[in-house]
């Protein structure tokens, strides 16, 4: 990793340390966790957060809950496992790589069931670790591809983080635009500030400018603005879940950047791995979306503007159509928006897999 990559997550002392993504810019600190339950409520209360980092963070609390009970016996260890995982479950319901990373967890403890616990703990912590390190030679060939769409010079805008901070490291349309300033091309950000957690302002923002890639930082709701005046070539954002047609949930507020590219004939890329695609729900309007607490609109902080008593909706992700969406990039290659209407990314993703 380069010297001023961040480290999301970090294996430290036999505990997994995340970054406190709810304090940055302003200080950066790592919380430690090990077990199911500290790793749960990391991701619940968004120390962690981003689809990616948080199958990652997953798949690190099997591990620390398999180590925990280590030297039970295995039909006590076996109910532990289950336990933790279906603690981890329930921390956040709309991105899918938690339920990917919990599946192939288990399905790889299941395999190890002739051994003894301690040795199946310690094959779950090396699994853990392959999944990190995975995440961020997946992100590295995404970000090769993505940074083929895009010409030299792009003002490319996002929407919330998908940067090493919501995966293991490099990011996913955070990726595209290293990868493309990597290849050497030119290349400034354009970040939605994001409300009302600011993961544009605060997290997006912060990764540009300690990597010197231009960045320059709007609401959310000057993105039209910024389309109709001719300072946007193109928009990347990352996705949570993927629906088998190509709908796409992603952050609030994806959906109305993607309508208002497609206003002004702007391409709308999607970054998403294979682990974000769920083909077990037909459309996006199967997606879970989370609904999060009033407070987070009604305030930042200590500072709250809104009046008590006023009711409030705070749906954390919306989906964004397939007919939107210029193209998906993935690991494996692109997925153009002729194909995803044709119905056809489940034979892309069963070609690739
Ligand atoms: O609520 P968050 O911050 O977890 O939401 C994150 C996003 O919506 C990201 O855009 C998405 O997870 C893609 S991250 C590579």
């Given at each position: 990793m380069p010297d001023n990559a961040v480290e999301t997550l970090r294996w430290r002392s036999d505990a997994i340390e995340m970054i406190?993504?709810?304090?940055?810019p302003a200080t950066v600190t790592y919380v430690r966790c090990d077990s199911a339950a500290t790793v749960a409520e990391a991701i619940r209360s968004m120390v962690i957060r981003g689809a990616p980092a948080i199958g990652v963070a997953a798949a690190y609390g099997v591990a620390l809950e398999a180590l925990r009970h280590k030297d039970a016996d295995p039909a006590s260890f076996q109910a532990s496992l289950d336990a933790g995982i279906a603690l981890l479950a329930q921390?956040?319901?709309?991105?899918v790589n938690l339920f990917w990373a919990l599946k192939r967890m288990r399905a790889f403890a299941q395999s190890l069931a002739t051994l003894e616990p301690a040795q199946v703990a310690g094959q779950l912590l090396a699994e853990a670790h392959r999944i990190r390190e995975e995440d961020i030679r997946i992100n590295q060939d995404m970000g090769a591809y993505g940074a083929s769409l895009l010409p030299d010079g792009a003002r490319v805008m996002t929407h919330c983080n998908a940067g090493a901070l919501a995966t293991a490291?490099?990011?996913t349309a955070l990726g595209v635009f290293r990868s493309a300033v990597t290849q050497g091309k030119r290349l400034s950000v354009i970040a939605n500030e994001t409300r009302p957690f600011l993961q544009g302002a605060r997290l997006t923002a912060w990764e540009m400018v300690r990597e010197n890639i231009p960045v320059t930082l709007v609401t959310d709701n000057m993105a039209g603005y910024m389309m109709r005046s001719g300072a946007v070539d193109a928009v990347v954002v990352g996705a949570d879940r993927v629906a088998a047609n190509g709908d796409v949930a992603n952050k609030i507020g994806t959906y109305m950047v993607a309508v208002l590219a497609a206003r002004h004939n702007i391409p709308f890329y999607v970054a998403c791995p294979l682990?974000?695609?769920?083909?077990?729900?037909?459309?996006?309007?199967?997606i879970p979306i989370e609904e999060r607490d009033a407070a987070e609109v009604k305030g930042f902080r200590d500072c709250i503007w809104a009046p008590e008593g006023v009711s409030v909706r705070n749906p954390s992700f919306d989906v964004t159509p397939?007919?939107?969406?210029?193209a998906l990039i993935t690991e494996k290659g692109i997925v153009h928006n002729e194909t995803l209407m044709a119905g056809g990314l489940s034979s892309f993703v069963d070609s690739v897999s």
């Amino acid at each position: 990793m380069p010297d001023n990559a961040v480290e999301t997550l970090r294996w430290r002392s036999d505990a997994i340390e995340m970054i406190d993504q709810r304090l940055l810019p302003a200080t950066v600190t790592y919380v430690r966790c090990d077990s199911a339950a500290t790793v749960a409520e990391a991701i619940r209360s968004m120390v962690i957060r981003g689809a990616p980092a948080i199958g990652v963070a997953a798949a690190y609390g099997v591990a620390l809950e398999a180590l925990r009970h280590k030297d039970a016996d295995p039909a006590s260890f076996q109910a532990s496992l289950d336990a933790g995982i279906a603690l981890l479950a329930q921390s956040r319901p709309t991105a899918v790589n938690l339920f990917w990373a919990l599946k192939r967890m288990r399905a790889f403890a299941q395999s190890l069931a002739t051994l003894e616990p301690a040795q199946v703990a310690g094959q779950l912590l090396a699994e853990a670790h392959r999944i990190r390190e995975e995440d961020i030679r997946i992100n590295q060939d995404m970000g090769a591809y993505g940074a083929s769409l895009l010409p030299d010079g792009a003002r490319v805008m996002t929407h919330c983080n998908a940067g090493a901070l919501a995966t293991a490291g490099h990011g996913t349309a955070l990726g595209v635009f290293r990868s493309a300033v990597t290849q050497g091309k030119r290349l400034s950000v354009i970040a939605n500030e994001t409300r009302p957690f600011l993961q544009g302002a605060r997290l997006t923002a912060w990764e540009m400018v300690r990597e010197n890639i231009p960045v320059t930082l709007v609401t959310d709701n000057m993105a039209g603005y910024m389309m109709r005046s001719g300072a946007v070539d193109a928009v990347v954002v990352g996705a949570d879940r993927v629906a088998a047609n190509g709908d796409v949930a992603n952050k609030i507020g994806t959906y109305m950047v993607a309508v208002l590219a497609a206003r002004h004939n702007i391409p709308f890329y999607v970054a998403c791995p294979l682990s974000t695609i769920d083909l077990t729900l037909e459309t996006g309007d199967a997606i879970p979306i989370e609904e999060r607490d009033a407070a987070e609109v009604k305030g930042f902080r200590d500072c709250i503007w809104a009046p008590e008593g006023v009711s409030v909706r705070n749906p954390s992700f919306d989906v964004t159509p397939a007919e939107l969406v210029t193209a998906l990039i993935t690991e494996k290659g692109i997925v153009h928006n002729e194909t995803l209407m044709a119905g056809g990314l489940s034979s892309f993703v069963d070609s690739v897999s």
